[in-house]
């Protein structure tokens, strides 16, 4: 099995039509990151056009950062290779990689829903026995993915991801282009909840998700059983 894990993390510095800052949701990535750190796989960063990428300056607020994760955001290598200096698409060679892993922010649901080289990735990896993971609105990434019989590749498999509720809580009802659930649903998945920012992940054979910004060490942990460590 290929030792590394592969990270996806958005361009997106703010929510279209408006200057309201968005980006990277920083412990989606760094709690996702410290996991795999206590394994034997090695992690790379993506994202849609490689290089910078932003972070939501909310995530920053003390209420969400653990010590770990503000640990890993001061490490140099961390902040070259997952905020400065991303890698491309185009840089990727599936085979290397056991794994993708989603990460969320409000920003992804610009730049992950349609982006074909993501998604050429992603079905690579998981038709080689590689596991697909989101965490919160990083399931925008999934959605629109289909399989070589031209079937979403969520139709059918219990998932989860940022739900209705909580983006009415968050104040950005109004603010996303679409709502992550509705289009799971009408895509043909079978869209799992819990309460609202609580931690939840699930996994339907290879695709394993989680709901919301408290749940990326539950995706991380389940993605590591399933891998063995």
């Keep these: 099995m290929n030792k590394k894990i592969l990270v996806v993390e958005t361009n997106t510095t703010n929510f279209a ?3 309201h800052l968005t980006g990277l949701w920083l412990g989606e990535s760094a709690e996702f990151v410290n996991e795999m750190k206590e394994s034997a796989y090695k992690v790379d960063f993506v994202s849609p ?23 890993l955001y001061q490490d140099q290598d961390y ?11 185009e840089d990727i060679n599936s085979k290397d990689y056991a794994a993708i892993y989603y990460t969320g ?24 026995g590689g ?4 965490v919160c609105h990083g399931i925008a990434g999934l959605l629109n993915t289909k399989l070589g019989n031209g079937k979403y590749l969520i139709a059918g498999k219990e998932i989860t991801g940022f739900i209705t509720k909580e983006e009415i ?13 509705k289009v799971a649903e009408d895509h043909g998945a ?16 290879r695709l394993i998700t989680g709901q919301n910004p408290e ?15």
């Design 17 to 19: 039509n408006s200057d």
């Design 49 to 71: 056009k490689g290089g910078y990428v932003p972070v939501d300056p909310r995530s920053m607020k003390n209420t969400y950062l653990d010590e770990d994760t503000l640990h």
């Design 79 to 89: 902040q070259k290779r997952a905020l400065a200096e991303t890698l491309k698409p």
């Design 105 to 128: 922010g409000h920003g992804v649901m610009w730049d992950f829903p349609n982006n074909a080289a993501l998604q050429k990735i992603s079905l690579a990896i998981y038709q080689q």
């Design 131 to 134: 596991y697909i993971c989101s």
């Design 169 to 181: 809580l968050s104040g950005n009802r109004k603010r996303v282009p679409f709502l992550n659930e």
């Design 190 to 205: 079978d869209f799992q909840k819990a309460l609202p920012f609580k931690s939840f992940a699930v996994q339907d054979d």
């Design 215 to 229: 749940s990326p060490r539950a995706v991380a942990k389940k993605l590591l059983a399933n891998l063995g460590k």
